[in-house]
């Protein structure tokens, strides 16, 4: 049975643990959605999580804007 650690995460999980304001990483969001040509993230009610690997994505739009 193989067990994983990563949860998903909120835009303001990923800010707290980067150490980075929320509407930065909106901004590295939106970037990453734009070079993958979809959007990322699902919603359970009005709130919006994001798989592990999207948050990857996010942050490699981080380097991309650097």
């Given at each position: 049975?193989?067990?994983?650690?990563?949860?998903?995460?909120?835009?303001?999980?990923?800010?707290?643990?980067?150490?980075?304001?929320?509407?930065?990483?909106?901004?590295?969001?939106?970037?990453?959605?734009?070079?993958?040509?979809?959007?990322?993230?699902?919603?359970?009610?009005?709130?919006?999580?994001?798989?592990?690997?999207?948050?990857?994505?996010i942050?490699?739009?981080?380097?991309?804007?650097?």
């Open positions: 049975m193989a067990t994983t650690t990563e949860v998903d995460l909120l835009i303001k999980d990923i800010a707290d643990r980067i150490q980075m304001h929320p509407r930065t990483v909106n901004l590295w969001r939106s970037t990453a959605e734009q070079r993958l040509g979809k959007p990322l993230g699902y919603k359970v009610g009005k709130v919006t999580y994001f798989k592990p690997d999207e948050v990857r994505e942050l490699k739009a981080r380097e991309a804007r650097n």
